[in-house]
């Protein structure tokens, strides 16, 4: 198979790993274009509520989900999702909203919908793609495969700090049992389950920080000659 010019960065890993935070930091670093996959099944999970559609009924997702544009804008921390021409950037982070993401992205029809779109996005490389089954579905072909891992209380600890600033009123034993819900939903469930791909290297975030991490993963694949120095 022939290389791409510029990699594919394939970074997976359960809620709370740091997935997203490293991931933008990534991509900025290297100068790639960063995509969020967990945000495409947030944005199909809020419309599927706001219409009332059952998020287990895959015909009617399969139908929704041939209704829906997703789209993202801007870079980095500037990065916006929009759904049918509406930012939904905010809306989707919700505790809620996740367990929908959760449910919908069981269904066929929904990951088939997705999968094709994240394909297209990301298949000229140079970017930096992060979800749960990036390097085993997605692009099992990803020059860089990463799993990020962290302890269960650290996780829902980075989870709560999240939501908390949001303005959400949630408890930290709340977040713990909905990351707990969340963990079992995506490992068992029959399609495209979280797990780590046999070539991916695991990397634990649960004392390291994000700058940390970043720099783990950019001397583990070498891949200084693709940092931006303009940044």
């Not at 995509?35 to 947030?42: F, L, N, W």
């Not at 801007?74 to 929908?100: F, H, K, P």
Request: aromatic share 6%; net charge negative.
């Amino acid at each position: 198979m022939r290389r791409r010019a510029r990699p594919i960065v394939a970074i997976d890993g359960p809620a709370g790993s740091g997935k997203t935070t490293t991931a933008k930091m990534l991509a900025k670093r290297l100068g790639f274009l960063y995509i969020d996959t967990g945000a495409m099944y947030r944005a199909v999970g809020l419309a599927a509520k706001r219409l009332g559609v059952d998020p287990h009924d895959d015909d009617r997702l399969a139908e929704l989900c041939a209704e829906l544009t997703i789209e993202f804008r801007g870079a980095g921390n500037e990065q916006r999702i929009y759904l049918n021409g509406e930012d939904v950037s905010g809306e989707i982070r919700t505790a809620e909203i996740g367990m929908w993401a959760s449910w919908v992205s069981a269904m066929p029809s929904v990951r088939r919908a997705l999968v094709a779109m994240q394909r297209e996005m990301g298949k000229g490389g140079g970017v930096v793609m992060e979800g749960r089954d990036i390097g085993t579905n997605v692009f099992p072909d990803a020059e860089v495969k990463v799993f990020l891992v962290a302890d269960e209380a650290e996780r829902a600890r980075r989870r709560y700090n999240e939501l908390r600033a949001r303005g959400e009123d949630v408890s930290f034993e709340q977040v713990l049992a909905d990351q707990r819900k969340r963990d079992e939903q995506d490992s068992t469930r029959e399609l495209n389950p979280l797990i780590k791909a046999d070539d991916a290297v695991e990397l634990d975030t649960t004392d390291l920080s994000p700058h940390e991490v970043v720099e783990r993963i950019v001397d583990m694949f070498e891949l200084h000659r693709f940092i931006d120095e303009r940044d």
